[in-house]
């Protein structure tokens, strides 16, 4: 197994956190391989400015397709144009990010080349045999299943923020790939973009998370938990339970466990949550897990690396001061 | 207007996973199974679709062992009109599910046909823009609201840092997320009503599973349960312990 697509995520020209991560993933196979990455990128004119930084990431090759029509993710458009690089560069291996585009994306790209296709992977290697050898969660996160895909090529989406971003010397060299971008054609009309939580990360992407549940005991209580996000920086963002999205306090999107997202940061916060099995689907694979919570009891502290029993209303503020001024002493 | 919704049988949220004797599924001794909470979300959508239109009949179609009837009794018993077991196997490979539904609704006239935005069980959350692929219809996935306007139908999808709409010609494949349609709780004249509905059970397409489980593991415990302290003047200890043990601010 040789040839290795990376099929990476831009905006406005600037590559996405996932796409350094699916790069990085796609590298580290070829290298177990002796094989070759390269990448895909799809968006408007001018994303070829990804492409050094692609390099770095371990890209022979930087395949772009560039288009007024693909300036914005449209399923059918961009479904089309990642099958037939597939098809016409002849890879064996082809990797997406497990975010909400690629998601989407993937099991059409899967149908368009007849192969099956594995979501949301959290390891990816090469086995013994020269098969690839992918792990992924099941019952969101209680079963992890070692699964093999006996097709060509081999399909999935990895997780945000489980692989590590690599980097070496070295540039990618651009390839532009015609791209029939004929939009007129495509079913799917994209009418409009309404955004919620202004600029920060969405809860699936972000490396840290800050989660809050009913111990906020208000919406109004939310500027607390904004203040200990904002002073962890620009890569966090803001999780919260089932509990307070149903009691119509924070929007769905925002919403960790079994029926909202899963996600894994290096560092989760659950501030007020009680840690129901529903949630712990959700947030089980962060790399390290704060809980404060005032009941002692509570099975949040079962999966919690490191706990503070206390009123959140007290250690919060404390917490978020503390935050700031090591980070300022930086 | 008529519907199809394609449902699931999954162990239910609360279920403990406890790996089975062959290593590679789980034991399903004492699990109890339920209506996955999506495709519940799914026949919601579809039973408000016909009672606001006042008209067409909303079918449920699963892939699955004849256990999967109570399933298809549950959809009946909030208010779907017909339902079709198609027996076969299920397993983790959803472009073989897709095939199997899309042999099945190739024919149907239904101008929709909604699925949940993901299974509870295997979490593949693909089965829905695949069988779409192989119909040839538009798809929208993680929708949490739609209105069919004529021959279009327009959906608000929930994407990353907001709500995108967007337009489809029908028919068409959604699936659904949640947000506007909380599902109801079957009546127990709904429950009567569902033992009387026509459901059909016949042989599924037989469709090779091309992705296969090696073997099925608990995730390692978390070791966990270090109280740092009690109160604000914990904070600094935890603070301390985040960056220089953990390695994370
Ligand atoms: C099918 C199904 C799917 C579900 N999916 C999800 C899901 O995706 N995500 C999810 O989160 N849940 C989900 N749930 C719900 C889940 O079972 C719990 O009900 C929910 O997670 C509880 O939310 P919570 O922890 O915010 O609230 P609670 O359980 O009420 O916990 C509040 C916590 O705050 C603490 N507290 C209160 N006041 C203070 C204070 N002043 N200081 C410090 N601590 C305080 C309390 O001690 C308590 O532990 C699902 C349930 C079902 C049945
Ligand atoms: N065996 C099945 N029978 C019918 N529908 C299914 C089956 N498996 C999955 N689906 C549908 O596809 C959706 C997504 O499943 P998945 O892609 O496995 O996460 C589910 O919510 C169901 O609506």
New interface residues.
Partial sequence: MSRILAVVEQKDGVLRGTGREVMSAAAALAGETGGRADALVLGGPGVESTASELGTHGAASVKVASDDALAIYN??GY?GVVASAVRSGEYEVVILSA???G??L???V???L???????VTSLSAGADGQV?IV????????????????SPILATIRPNVFQPTERAGTGEVETVEVAADSGTW???????????GDIP?V??AS?VVSGGRGMRDPENWGLLEDLRSALGDSAGLGASRAVVDAGWRP??E?VG???K?VAP??YFAIGISGA??HL?GM??A????AVNKD?DAPI???????????LF??L???TE??RS??SGE | MNTIVCIKRVPDTETRIRIGGDGTSIDSNGVKFVLSPYDEIAVEAALRLKESTGSGEVKVVTLGDDSSQETLRTALAMGADSAVLLQGVVTQDGLATAKALAAELGEAEAPLILLGVKAADDDQQQVGPMLATLLGRPCATGVSRFNVEGDRVRCFREVEGGTEEVELPLPAVLTITKGEYEPRYASLKGIMAAKRKPLEARPAAEIESRLSIETLELPPERAGGRIVGEGPDAVPELVRILREEANVL
């Fill in positions: 399923p059918d479904a975010t909400g585009q998601k989407d993937a099991p059409r899967a149908a368009l007849d192969v099956p296709l594995a979501q949301d050898e992924r969660p099941v019952y969101s996160g209680k079963a992890f299943a070692r699964i093999r895909i006996n097709a079913p799917t009309k994209v009418l409009g973009f309404t955004a919620a939580g969405d699936a992407e840290v769905h999107g919403q079994q029926t909202g899963t290096k560092l099995i529903q689907a089980r694979t790399g390290t897990i704060v002692p502290f079962k999966v919690a690396d490191y706990g503070i029993v206390g009123d007290e250690v503020p404390r917490l503390e935050i090591l980070r």
